[in-house]
């Protein structure tokens, strides 16, 4: 009879015990870690040339002008990520590795970084956190970027001579004289809400998916085919370049003059 009780309790204590059906372990938050510095700007409206490549009657056709409510507003980072604060992801395992021979001196943006190796250091820092940080949309780039957002998708000139379009692009971009070393944090200035070095030398990753929209004749969306293959990238102009391209000078950038350094910074949900 003692021995009936005794399997009764043990088959009882097993069917107790609680099930993770696979689901990977998630370890507590770090006490006392010091995020970063972060601005809240409060909801708002960003007018815009949305990113993407339009067309009208199948021929290339200039984005329309829409305006994006934020209702919850934005909360982004001061400053770009770090040398200093990536590195942190990589010793912990977070972040793939670098050639740290390579890297910039102290106090400067990390630069080299693919969309994939900017969204692995904001799963890190969510972990480490205990908050969830995340690469922002297009349009919170915008939002936040206030003055220093350049709104040049395409230049506006008649849908029927597409030529003058590219030509125009490619001028406008190739004039640009960017110094290539990415400076200190701070180097140049701040906008009207508090953000540094926005459009600076280094371009920033958004979340948001290169995509091919349709419009009728009344600029109304007829259709949307999307890429996730490759990103929105923001700063002294927009560009699209695929996820895993860490120097879109190397030949990874889709679309117009390459940007001089690829880096970013997180929003905050």
């Known amino acids: 009879m003692l021995l009936l009780k005794l399997k009764a309790l043990a088959a009882a204590a097993i069917l107790a015990a609680p099930v993770s059906?696979?689901?990977?372990?998630?370890?507590?938050?770090?006490?006392?870690?010091?995020?970063?510095d972060m601005i809240e700007l409060r909801t708002g409206t960003v007018t815009y040339k949305p990113a993407g490549d339009y067309t009208r009657a199948d021929k290339p056709a200039n984005a329309p002008v829409v305006a994006v409510k934020l209702a919850a507003g934005v909360t982004i980072m001061t400053h770009q990520v770090t040398r200093d604060e990536y590195l942190r992801c990589v010793d912990d395992g977070g972040c793939p590795a670098v050639d740290k021979a390579s890297l910039?001196?102290?106090?400067?943006?990390?630069?080299?970084?693919s969309w994939q190796d900017a969204h692995?250091?904001?799963g890190w820092l969510s972990r480490k956190s205990g908050r969830r940080f995340r690469l922002p949309t297009d349009a919170e780039w915008a939002f936040a970027a206030g003055s220093r957002f350049r709104d040049e998708g395409w230049p506006?000139?008649?849908d029927a001579d597409p030529a003058k379009r590219w030509l125009a692009q490619y001028d406008r971009e190739a004039q640009e004289e960017v110094d290539?070393?990415?400076?200190?944090i701070g180097s140049f200035g701040g906008n009207e809400k508090g953000l540094l070095?926005?459009?600076?030398?280094v371009w920033e990753w958004t979340d948001t998916c290169f995509a091919r929209i349709a419009l009728d004749s009344a600029d109304r969306e007829v259709s949307e085919t999307k890429n996730c293959g490759v990103r929105v990238v923001e700063g002294r102009h927009r560009t699209y370049v695929t996820d895993f391209?860490?120097?879109?000078?190397?030949g990874g950038c889709a679309v117009g003059t390459p940007p001089a350094n690829l880096g970013f910074r997180l929003v905050e949900d």
């Open 180 to 184: 290539a070393a990415p400076r200190a």
């Open 156 to 158: 506006d000139f008649d």
């Open 197 to 201: 070095d926005v459009a600076g030398n």
């Open 120 to 122: 692995a250091y904001a």
């Open 245 to 250: 391209v860490r120097d879109a000078r190397a």
């Open 104 to 113: 910039p001196p102290p106090n400067r943006p990390m630069v080299g970084v």
């Open 21 to 36: 059906y696979g689901l990977a372990h998630r370890a507590p938050p770090t006490r006392n870690f010091a995020g970063p």
